[in-house]
């Protein structure tokens, strides 16, 4: 019984969701916003990746971040640093970022004023690949050190993903992660899916992923 | 409207957990069969401390493992590889087990045969810190490539938890990972929190922590 009254809610929750999420995009589109929703498990290099796109594509764009956490402002300070305007959610415990959030977010700037934000939502490789925020594409980092394996057990993520970025790829030495075992997996389960492997540390692979990233925002401009 | 309906659902699933959780603890106990929960991330080395525990410890104790999974059944494979009892529990899509998820695979074996009961969590630093899963103590790892300040991110999980295991300590060379600033922050937020820094790969604190271990399992013989 209690399962099924919880089912209802979610389908319910999720349905409202999807609305709300084609409402932000299309607000987006026509004002040539670009938006892509940063996912990835904790510690697995979000902001490290964000900061150091900053700095390569700032000059070129006009960037805001939607930070996602439980708790903390600690990495809107880093983002911000960079000079960039950064909106901090505080979920207080959810382990997702939905559309509403999101809402909230875009709804304190003028969208106008920027052609590419960033969601940086919470680390986790579970709940946050079910909900659509209203991004135009959706990107999830693996890190070497969490191994090639993580493709078993949490699918939906690797499936509603854009692109695959394998991060902290100056770490392989350390680690038995083997990218062919990843990659056959990725090409089962997600065909279209777009796989760059990158250190932001050492910088390797960030151009490929920069190049990715302006391909994207072209596609809505 | 939708968020009161939300709560008023998530609390009364959480107070039906609690009492399912006491039940199987009272009934572990009442079979002196220890379980602990262990909790991580994706990747932050829960099957690896339990595979390397259970060679430690499988001479001594008789042993069994629960593991939660979205999806896959490759930790159940490595675990009864060693030649221990291992039952897969396939959430399908929760982020996190539950009492009644516990119990289910409980009742699949005769508990007064174990000792010991480990249960792997989903790899998650959220949802599964709000379940009490009837265990006698819960356990969280954190990585050292995860970071230092998950702490400030994820403090639930860090309140919650009886010990902290800071694993992969041999790749600390490779990270900004400050262990002192972690302590000094758990300090405030869990003074009880018992901390150990190893590597199952090395070996480094293994003995350290099944030491802590099996004074655990004492309290309730």
């Known amino acids: 019984m209690q399962e099924i009254q919880l089912i209802d809610i979610r389908q319910h929750i999720l349905s409202d969701n999807q609305n709300l999420a084609n409402e932000i995009r299309q607000d987006l589109t026509n004002n040539k916003t670009f938006m892509i929703n940063v996912m990835a498990s ?15 594509l700032k000059h070129k764009y006009r960037i805001a971040v939607i930070e996602g956490d439980i708790d903390s402002l600690v990495d809107s300070q880093k983002v911000s640093a960079e000079g960039v305007t950064a909106i901090q959610i505080r979920t207080g415990g959810d382990c997702h970022l939905d559309a509403g959030m999101v809402s909230l977010a875009t709804s304190q700037i003028d969208i106008s004023q920027f052609d590419l934000i960033f969601i940086e939502n919470i680390g986790n490789l579970v709940c946050p690949a079910e ?11 693996l890190s070497v050190p969490e191994g090639d394996d993580k493709i078993l057990k949490y699918p939906l993520m690797f499936s509603v993903s854009d692109a695959l970025l394998v991060t902290k790829i100056d770490t392989k030495p350390m680690f038995d992660f083997e990218l062919s075992k990843l990659k056959e997996r990725a090409e089962v389960l997600n065909p279209g899916l777009h796989i760059i492997e990158l250190s932001a540390k050492t910088g390797e692979g960030m151009e490929t992923w920069c190049n990715w990233l302006e391909q994207q925002i072209q596609t809505i401009l």
Request: hydrophobic residues 30%.
């Open 42 to 56: 904790p510690g697995g290099g979000k902001t490290c990746l964000i900061v150091e796109t900053i700095r390569r």
């Open 131 to 141: 909900f659509d925020t209203g991004s135009h594409r959706r990107v999830m980092l």
